[in-house]
């Protein structure tokens, strides 16, 4: 089901986590504190190598659902997809565990690819020396967002079944409209998570204007530059910030908003399109959401 063929009532995501799928995560005997032997479950990791017409871009190492929409995404946000560039074909074989994705015109990504640096992010990390290309004169489109928006996501959003919950050891980050979650993707590194979110819109044509992205991971300069290539105005994390991640933001126009914690957050960048129409939460609730968030943390020990 597309985006555009949902109704106001439908509280259904277009991709969710699943858990149970076989595949991404397998049972590992171990001992716990008390001695006790029992099997839980954990993440798988694999390889994915992406390809663009016949060149070798990257190995990255995923938990290998999606892949399709993590080639697309990948190479839309390291700007080797231009705007408006036909993509001809997205071919998956799931034995070599390679993506080819085909266009229409010849590419060449020498220089670009000898140019790669390393991030500070989990997984793959990598980031193109020239990825800052085209946030020169960039604005983000102008949208408004509503606390109540803001808490209603996170609370739908933290009890949906998740890897994450089943397993830990993962990221997960969701494009949402308003107060409504889309689409939730999850990986081993946060930024496989966006650019599998990126390769969805990339190929349903998604209206980014009116959506705001919200992700489990720390809200880095290469978070908040991926986001302003994808157009999406607003990015919300339950976590915190780094100070280029900010300036960055501040630039592109984009609200910035981290330590989501109950109803209580930070905004950093872009506080005039906050729209504050619910009350922030008393202490009583904060407490509540702390100590289950406690709770959850011991039970993965």
């Given at each position: 089901?597309?985006?555009?063929?949902?109704?106001?009532?439908?509280?259904?995501?277009?991709?969710?986590?699943?858990?149970?799928?076989?595949?991404?995560?397998?049972?590992?005997?171990?001992?716990?504190?008390?001695?006790?032997?029992?099997?839980?479950?954990?993440?798988?990791?694999?390889?994915?190598?992406i390809?663009?017409?016949?060149?070798?871009?990257?190995?990255?190492?995923?938990?290998?659902?999606?892949?399709?929409?993590?080639?697309?995404?990948?190479?839309?946000?390291?700007?080797?997809?231009?705007?408006?560039?036909?993509?001809?074909?997205?071919?998956?074989?799931?034995?070599?565990?390679?993506?080819?994705?085909?266009?229409?015109?010849?590419t060449?990504?020498?220089?670009?690819?000898?140019?790669?640096?390393?991030?500070?992010?989990?997984?793959?990390?990598?980031?193109?020396?020239?990825?800052?290309?085209?946030?020169?004169?960039?604005?983000?489109?102008?949208?408004?967002?509503?606390?109540?928006?803001?808490?209603?996501?996170?609370?739908?959003?933290?009890?949906t079944?998740?890897?994450?919950?089943?397993?830990?050891a993962?990221?997960?980050?969701?494009?949402?409209?308003?107060?409504?979650?889309?689409?939730?993707?999850?990986?081993?590194?946060?930024?496989?998570?966006?650019?599998?979110?990126?390769?969805?819109?990339?190929?349903?044509?998604?209206?980014?204007?009116?959506?705001?992205?919200?992700?489990?991971?720390?809200?880095?300069?290469?978070?908040?530059?991926?986001?302003?290539?994808?157009?999406?105005?607003?990015?919300?994390?339950?976590?915190?910030?780094?100070?280029?991640?900010?300036?960055?933001?501040?630039?592109?126009?984009?609200?910035l908003?981290?330590?989501?914690?109950?109803?209580?957050?930070?905004?950093?960048?872009?506080?005039?399109?906050?729209?504050?129409?619910?009350?922030?939460?008393?202490?009583?609730?904060?407490?509540?959401?702390?100590?289950?968030g406690?709770?959850?943390?011991?039970?993965?020990?």
């Amino acid at each position: 089901m597309r985006e555009d063929q949902m109704t106001s009532g439908d509280g259904g995501y277009l991709i969710a986590p699943d858990p149970d799928a076989v595949r991404l995560t397998r049972a590992v005997r171990g001992v716990d504190h008390e001695g006790r032997e029992q099997d839980i479950a954990v993440v798988e990791e694999r390889p994915l190598t992406i390809y663009l017409n016949g060149q070798e871009i990257v190995t990255a190492m995923t938990i290998g659902d999606y892949p399709e929409y993590l080639a697309l995404g990948f190479l839309r946000n390291q700007g080797m997809l231009r705007d408006g560039e036909a993509v001809t074909g997205v071919d998956y074989d799931d034995e070599l565990e390679v993506v080819v994705v085909r266009t229409d015109r010849p590419t060449d990504h020498e220089e670009k690819l000898k140019k790669k640096t390393r991030t500070s992010g989990c997984a793959v990390g990598t980031v193109f020396g020239d990825m800052m290309e085209g946030l020169e004169g960039l604005r983000l489109p102008q949208a408004e967002v509503r606390t109540s928006w803001l808490y209603a996501l996170a609370d739908r959003i933290n009890r949906t079944p998740s890897l994450y919950l089943t397993a830990g050891a993962i990221h997960g980050t969701v494009l949402c409209r308003q107060d409504r979650p889309l689409v939730y993707m999850e990986d081993v590194g946060r930024h496989n998570a966006v650019d599998k979110v990126a390769g969805w819109m990339l190929r349903e044509g998604a209206d980014p204007a009116d959506k705001i992205l919200y992700t489990t991971g720390r809200l880095t300069s290469e978070m908040v530059i991926k986001c302003a290539h994808m157009g999406i105005p607003v990015l919300a994390s339950r976590s915190g910030f780094t100070a280029w991640g900010v300036e960055i933001a501040q630039q592109v126009g984009l609200t910035l908003i981290g330590r989501m914690r109950g109803r209580r957050f930070m905004c950093l960048a872009g506080e005039d399109r906050l729209v504050r129409d619910a009350d922030a939460a008393g202490p009583d609730e904060d407490r509540r959401h702390q100590r289950k968030g406690r709770d959850l943390s011991e039970e993965k020990t």
